[in-house]
């Protein structure tokens, strides 16, 4: 059985329920049953489904209709031992979609029909689509300094679009407000832990890939999401033994917006509060993030660490990473900067087998 809980009170809460935060004011987790994929011998289907043993038990009938065959990503070949995965080749060309379809297969089965997210704009974008394919109509709160090519993809979907003028922090604070207000869904990808058991087979994939994990992990991080199914999954694969050690994961944020890298520096579970300057990794431009304390405690648990990058290294690697033949975001960009800073600061991981991951199509930029 499906339920949402709060790990700092016990309360449990159906996953109908319209909450998004426990009675006492904490974050939801999930729980449900679920069963190691039978690696080596998982069929012709090569989309995420292909794990279902280990994802949210929605109706086949569900699927079916949410589904776009997002998964199966390839991975690219970037330097003698760095390898990136192609997460921007997914239905609406980023990783959010692995997500997204979580939250769009809980909102049909739940019944919602009008949802609510705030985003830099991958997230809101992959909401709306597939909301759309379950009928759902998807109320989207952007930065006004948003690109206008993602604002464009959101409202083809059907999305309703709210820009914030303000930080990402304050569009986030704006979508609160209208959801206590309005009682519809807040399908966040921040607040609804369902997102991380979508992001989570992103590790499923690199091990069927490379019939192990690579050494080193590069993982962007802002609200998380991405972060926290890499550390849900690697608990999973240790507890199920395909591994018996974690690789090393190297969260990154960029140096205009790095609540979580100063915290790790000082060694505090706490976000530090900073002063926010704008940064061309729009994607992980936050400033108070809402998980924040969940972010560190799993960097930590998983024995990781934190670097950050300068606009101008984002800028080179970028640049580079476009004559390797892969045209992404800046803030997909900034994953192969953070790979050229930690190598700087311990040369040993140039020997060890690394992957970054190539989380957004550079056409959707504005820059």
């Known amino acids: 059985m499906m339920k949402y809980i709060c790990r700092h009170c016990g309360k449990t809460y159906p996953i109908t329920s319209m909450r998004y935060i426990c009675e006492c004011g904490s974050l939801l987790h999930l729980s449900y049953p679920k069963t190691p994929p039978d690696f080596g011998s998982l069929g012709n289907d090569h989309s995420l489904w292909r794990y279902r043993s280990a994802l949210p038990p929605f109706e086949r009938e569900t699927i079916e209709q949410i589904t776009m ?24 060309l980023s990783f959010k979609d692995r997500g997204a ?10 019944g919602v029909k009008r949802c609510a997210i705030d985003s ?43 820009a914030i003028d303000g930080s990402r922090d304050e569009t986030a604070r704006a979508t609160i407000d209208y959801v206590n207000a309005s009682g519809i869904f807040y399908a966040s990808h921040i607040f609804n832990p369902f997102f991380w058991e979508g992001t989570k087979t992103y590790i499923y994939e690199l091990y069927e890939q490379f019939e192990t994990l690579p050494e080193v992990l590069i993982v962007p991080v802002g609200n998380g ?26 969260a990154f944020q960029a140096a205009n917006c790095a609540p979580l890298a100063q915290a790790y520096e000082k060694r505090s579970l706490v976000p530090q509060s900073v002063a926010v300057s704008p940064t061309l990794a729009e994607g992980i431009a936050t400033g108070v993030p809402a998980r924040g304390k969940d972010i560190l405690q799993a ?22 990473l476009a004559k390797k033949g892969v045209y992404v975001e800046h803030t997909s960009a900034a994953n192969y900067a953070a790979y050229r800073v930690a190598v700087e600061k311990d040369a040993t991981l140039a020997d060890k087998k690394a992957l970054i991951p190539l989380c957004g199509a550079g056409l959707k930029s504005a820059h």
């Open 69 to 92: 065959g997002e998964g199966g990503t390839p991975i690219i070949r970037l330097e003698e031992n760095l390898f990136g995965k192609a997460d921007y080749l997914m239905p609406t």
């Open 120 to 162: 830099s704009g991958n997230a809101a974008t992959a909401v709306a689509a597939y909301a759309a394919r379950g009928g759902i109509t998807t109320e989207v709160f952007v930065p006004a300094s948003t690109s206008a090519k993602k604002l464009t993809q959101i409202e083809a979907h059907g999305g309703r679009i709210h």
């Open 225 to 250: 999401t991405l972060l926290m199914g890499v550390y849900i999954a690697l608990q999973e694969l240790k507890a199920w033994n395909p591994i018996d050690s974690y690789p090393l994961v190297i």
């Open 101 to 110: 379809v979580m939250l769009a297969a809980l909102m049909a089965e739940a």
């Open 299 to 320: 960097v930590h648990e998983l024995g990781g660490r934190f670097v950050t990058v300068t606009e101008e290294e984002i800028i080179k690697a970028h640049s580079d």
